[in-house]
């Protein structure tokens, strides 16, 4: 069969089309129609309901069979062929109700590995990274993603690039293709899926007592004001923590048919019910209630950056995995972190650019170690204004006036060495000093095997060439007995090394090998976490907090 080549977004009548919208339109203007359940599941656009956005967040897929059970009397409405939802059971008793598919065919059009996405303005970092793939021997092409609104006067621009790798426009080939880079390249990779046509299927739904109450085209809506259970969903898949737990998710669920064909469940969850779930998944729930409220506004800004740019032909906006964010439903939800995201509603970072008030792309880290990271030295790209490296120490602090400007290649040492360091995210409540200060070692032969790959031979020496405001490695040389190769970018390079807790370190050469003494905990850059707890114990506000790590930036309420 010959799959179409052409882009998914002529399909959806130019849903997706990256183009800035005129003055007058709005982030929620276009919603889909509110009678079709699929225009809401496959939309790339924002519904608005209740006073905020409704934003669609898949729960598991790859299923043939899923149970859930009400906290509640159970709704279900049934799609029919022409696109209505009929409701099929009202009133239905508690108990495990199963759902299951009768028939199903998948969706027809193309699939496509995505490497990696740059942001839309750092044509250099698109050429560099095509160059690269290029040299690795693998043929891309580039697409385009997201899309820029306007919302209450300012602007929300998901535009990024796209790097898809060539290959046969199949769903197995890309898996399979997938599968041979993260085994090459010890890389991450997503599916990008560009549907001609969406899946279908019957989807069939059965009471506890295993009578079939309900059959519905491609899918069915439940709905229990408690709440639904979910046995066995998935979670933390391509990490070590990977597995299976029961989850409750607000009373609003779709069973609807992933992109193989196979069920998909997927939950419609208003927006400031999703932060309070993401919040305490993110960070400490018992931390300063500050502290909370700035990871909430974050987090929302987050959420709205997301829209449009990922999951582009799945039945849903976004996952609840650390691709997106992680989101665990009721289960996940705290007294103090709901508190925060109520007083702080609708409220998202902005900062003003060329004369228009825009989006801060609100990134954060654990413990950033006392200094954060400049965007660039992190991810590459260029510089964003909002994401300046800051130091996370009061400079007026003893023996801390010569870091105050920065950590250079003369000072990387003595400063990740200081034990303690008289940071915010030291002194914080909530402090690890393991994640503050850390050391790893590693032999030889370990240190051989792991950059194996690269040709070099026995690792003879390791040095880091170029450093971050905070003395974040931005490439490391390798000189081994047969060649010489450099790794380039924080993230690379901790994985390299089996996943160093963070770029900020220095390497000395002991007689049993190698060993790493650094700082920090994740990339750095944007918010410390822990540093914002610290500064919220002494007193700062979360204005304050957003405002110190996002330079220029201040929360507006949008909705």
Known sequence: MNTPRRSFLSFLGGALLSRALPAQDDLF????????????????????????????????????????????????LARTDSGESQTAVSE???????????????????AWVELEQLRYDDKNGLQKARDEWAARGVRVRVATVGEAYGIAGH?????????????????????????????????????????AVRPRARIELRDPHGSSVAVGESAIELR????IAVEQVEHGMGYSFHGYEDRTYPGRLFAAVDAS??????????MERLIKGVVPSEIFARAHIEALKAQAVTARGEVLAKIGARHLGDPYL?????????YKGLTAEEPDPGAAVDATRGEALFAERNGKSRLVDSVYSAVCGGYTEDNDAVWGGPADPSLRGRPDFDPRARGMAEFRDGIGEALVSRFVHLNPVPSY?????????????????????????????????????LTVEGRGVSGRARALRIAGGRATARVYGELPIRKLFRNLNSGMFVIEREKAGWTFAGGGWGHGSGMCQT??????????????????????ATPVRIY
């Not at 229990?224 to 709440?227: F, K, Q, T, W």
């Not at 050391?439 to 690269?454: G, S, W, Y």
């Not at 707890?533 to 506000?541: D, M, N, P, Q, T």
């Open 318 to 326: 976004l996952c609840a995995e650390q691709h997106c964010q992680v």
């Open 224 to 227: 229990a004001d408690p709440g």
């Open 155 to 195: 602007v929300v621009d998901t535009r990024r690039y796209a790097l898809l790798a060539e290959g046969d426009a199949t769903e197995a080939g890309a898996r399979r293709q997938a599968q041979e880079l993260q085994l090459r390249f010890g890389v991450r990779v997503q599916i990008r899926r560009e549907l």
């Open 92 to 110: 239905g008793i508690p108990g495990r109700w199963t759902l299951q598919l009768l028939e199903t065919a998948p969706g027809a059009g193309a």
């Open 425 to 461: 995210c030291a002194q914080s409540g909530f402090a690890n000093p393991e994640k503050v200060r850390w050391r790893r070692t590693f032999a030889q032969r370990e240190v051989d095997e792991f950059c194996a790959p690269l040709g070099v031979g026995s690792v003879r020496s």
């Open 531 to 552: 540093g914002a707890i610290g500064r919220a114990e002494r007193g700062a506000s979360y204005r304050e907090i957003l405002e110190w790590y996002y330079s220029g």
């Open 261 to 270: 064909g196979s069920l998909a469940l997927v939950a419609a969850i208003g």
């Open 29 to 76: 203007s276009g919603a889909p129609a509110p009678d079709d359940p699929l225009e809401l599941l496959y939309s790339r656009r924002l519904s608005f309901a209740g006073g905020e956005p409704l934003i669609t967040v898949r729960v598991l897929e790859g299923r043939h069979q899923i149970v859930v059970l009400p906290r509640g009397p159970l709704t279900a």
